[in-house]
T-cell receptor, first 116, second 112 residues
Framework: DARVTQTPRHKVTEMGQEVTMRCQPILGHNTVFWYRQTMMQGLELLAYFRNRAPLDDSGMPKDRFSAEMPDATLATLKIQPSEPRDSAVYFC??????????????FGPGTRLLVL | KQEVTQIPAALSVPEGENLVLNCSFTDSAIYNLQWFRQDPGKGLTSLLLIQSSQREQTSGRLNASLDKSSGRSTLYIAASQPGDSATYLCALHGGATNKLIFGTGTLLAVQP
């Protein structure tokens, strides 16, 4: 049963600390997305990769956030330094552009981040 | 800028009732539309995807329709069950980038 995995599932940290969230997309998928969900803003796209190349990170605060795909099996989202307003649930999703159901995105369980 | 709105924000119905969830969008130039379900504390599960050239899609007790000209999509749930209780989100693909723009969500509670 292929699924997107995310670690950690929960993270509590203090303001100013670095936070790294990891995502393992479904094997064979060529697109990876990072979303943030808050009560106030709902779901927002932060960054989008295709074939490991960043295609769109316009939704991401550039001064403190960075997203990378070191290899096809790992995507990372880093926040440095973290701030209380970054508290949210961060979702990773993957998909396969060019295959069957190519527009369907498969979501991971999310990382629930709390910055004190 | 595309804006996606879902009405109602919350809905409570007795078990067995048929119900309709609404999704409105401001820009009809969409690639396709997707309905998701989100359970508390969990990720999103894709329910149905409608291509821009289609009018509806069906899966079991779920039927989703799309009317691009009026900027609307509906999700029809037949014979609702307590297990259907969740937040339902619609999302638009704006084009070849595969970016999803999410609606505000409808929180559904089906009472046994």
């Amino acid at each position: 049963d292929a699924r997107v995995t995310q670690t950690p599932r929960h993270k509590v940290t203090e303001m100013g600390q670095e936070v790294t969230m990891r995502c393992q997309p479904i094997l064979g998928h060529n697109t990876v997305f990072w979303y943030r969900q808050t009560m106030m803003q709902g779901l927002e796209l932060l960054a989008y990769f295709r074939n490991r190349a960043p295609l769109d990170d316009s939704g991401m605060p550039k001064d403190r956030f960075s997203a990378e795909m070191p290899d096809a099996t790992l995507a990372t989202l880093k926040i440095q330094p973290s701030e209380p307003r970054d508290s949210a649930v961060y979702f990773c999703a993957s998909g396969l552009v060019g295959g069957a159901n190519q527009e369907t995105q498969y979501f991971g369980p999310g990382t629930r981040l709390l910055v004190l | 800028k595309q804006e996606v709105t879902q009405i109602p924000a919350a809905l409570s119905v007795p078990e067995g009732e048929n119900l309709v969830l609404n999704c409105s969008f401001t820009d009809s130039a969409i690639y396709n539309l997707q309905w998701f379900r989100q359970d508390p504390g969990k990720g999103l599960t894709s329910l149905l995807l409608i291509q821009s050239s289609q009018r509806e899609q069906t899966s079991g007790r779920l039927n989703a329709s799309l009317d691009k000209s009026s900027g609307r999509s509906t999700l029809y749930i037949a014979a609702s069950q307590p297990g259907d209780s969740a937040t339902y989100l619609c999302a638009l693909h704006g084009g070849a980038t595969n970016k999803l723009i999410f609606g505000t969500g409808t929180l559904l509670a089906v009472q046994p």
